[in-house]
């Protein structure tokens, strides 16, 4: 599984958090959500931690779905 990438997060003067991938926003956190946020950003892998809070990552089966004669067009 490739590992996450694309992601960056902006921390805005109210507090809140703004997490967008490829560009485009993909979360808005705020308050103490925001804060647990940045506190697990500093600690560990960003990519990683971004593509987890925001639901963005891949399980594993979509190389196999791709493939399932349901799927092919």
Same mark, same amino acid.
């Given at each position: 599984?490739?590992?996450?990438?694309?992601?960056?997060?902006?921390?805005?003067?109210?507090?809140?958090?703004?997490?967008?991938?490829?560009?485009?926003?993909?979360?808005?956190? +705020?308050?103490?959500? *925001?804060? @647990? #946020?940045?506190? %697990?950003?500093? !600690?560990?892998?960003?990519?990683?931690?971004?593509? +987890?809070?925001?639901? *963005?990552? @891949? #399980?594993?089966? %979509?190389?196999? !779905?791709?493939?399932?004669?349901?799927?092919?067009?």
């Amino acid at each position: 599984m490739p590992r996450p990438h694309g992601f960056t997060y902006e921390r805005r003067g109210d507090g809140s958090v703004v997490i967008t991938h490829r560009g485009r926003a993909a979360g808005t956190l +705020r308050g103490a959500r *925001a804060e @647990k #946020f940045l506190a %697990e950003v500093e !600690a560990g892998d960003a990519q990683l931690v971004m593509a +987890r809070w925001t639901g *963005a990552y @891949k #399980f594993g089966n %979509e190389r196999a !779905a791709k493939n399932h004669p349901r799927n092919r067009r």
